[in-house]
């Protein structure tokens, strides 16, 4: 079975860190871009951190750069998310999410095909 | 970045209605739209890649049409697990960027 699963949300202090972790089973994890999705609860999806499939490409919302980083370990299929300086706009549950690609008509397509149930992530005094 | 603007933002229909979300993107992104559906507690679910295409398993009531800016997500005849939360994300470039949402409910 296709799946991720998240890990190490939970409740930290203005300023603090946290250390999220996704660990994928079922498809060969090397061969994706992985990102980070976050959601408010009661609110949109909001794009966080991607890391293509060779390691060659990383990218971040401009209001985590700095603050964030994301990698990953293509032997132990797992993504993780270093969060430091945390604000509390950054609270929200955080989804570990795999993008696909599919070659129609001379391009390839990209889109967010599995999903990570996610893990909440709370910044509070 | 590119903007992504969904209207209505809720709408009320009752089982077997036919129903239409719209979303527009602030410059053009050929294809690269996707819709997903969202259940409250859950994650999102892909429902159409490349404004049209068809993720497996996906019921055929639902369809995407559109190109460039304007695209469309159309539901015909609602089931009650079609109540939910409708998104579209472009895939055009980096940063990903997702609409606001638009809440399907029961009339």
């Known amino acids: 079975e296709v799946q991720l699963v998240e890990s190490g949300g939970g409740l930290v202090q203005p300023g603090g860190s946290l250390r999220l972790s996704c660990a994928a089973s079922?498809?060969?994890?090397?061969?994706?871009?992985m990102h980070w999705v976050r959601q408010v609860p009661g609110k949109g999806l909001v794009w966080v951190s991607r890391?293509?499939?060779?390691?060659?490409?990383?990218n971040y919302a401009d209001s985590v750069k700095g603050r964030f980083t994301i990698s990953r370990d293509n032997a132990k299929n797992t993504v993780n998310l270093q969060m430091n300086s945390l604000r509390v706009e950054d609270t929200g549950v955080y989804y570990c999410?795999?993008?696909?690609?599919?070659?129609?008509?001379?391009?390839?397509?990209?889109?967010?095909?599995?999903w990570g149930k996610g893990t909440t992530v709370t910044v509070s005094s | 970045d590119i903007q992504m603007t969904q209207s209505p933002s809720s709408l009320s229909a009752s089982v077997g209605d036919r129903v239409t979300i719209t979303c527009r993107a602030s410059q053009s992104i050929n294809i690269y739209l996707n819709w997903y559906q969202q259940k409250p507690g859950k994650a999102p679910n892909l429902l159409i890649y490349?404004?049209?295409t068809l993720q497996g398993g996906v019921p055929s009531r639902f369809s995407g049409s559109g190109s460039g800016t304007d695209f469309t997500l159309t539901i015909t005849s609602l089931q009650p697990e079609d109540f939910a939360t409708y998104y579209c994300q472009q895939s055009y470039n980096t940063p990903r960027t997702f609409g606001q949402g638009t809440k399907v409910e029961i009339k």
């Open positions: 890391f293509n499939d060779d390691g060659s490409s990383i």
């Open positions: 079922g498809f060969t994890f090397s061969s994706y871009w």
């Open positions: 999410v795999r993008e696909g690609r599919q070659w129609l008509v001379n391009y390839y397509y990209y889109y967010m095909d599995v």
């Open positions: 490349a404004a049209s």
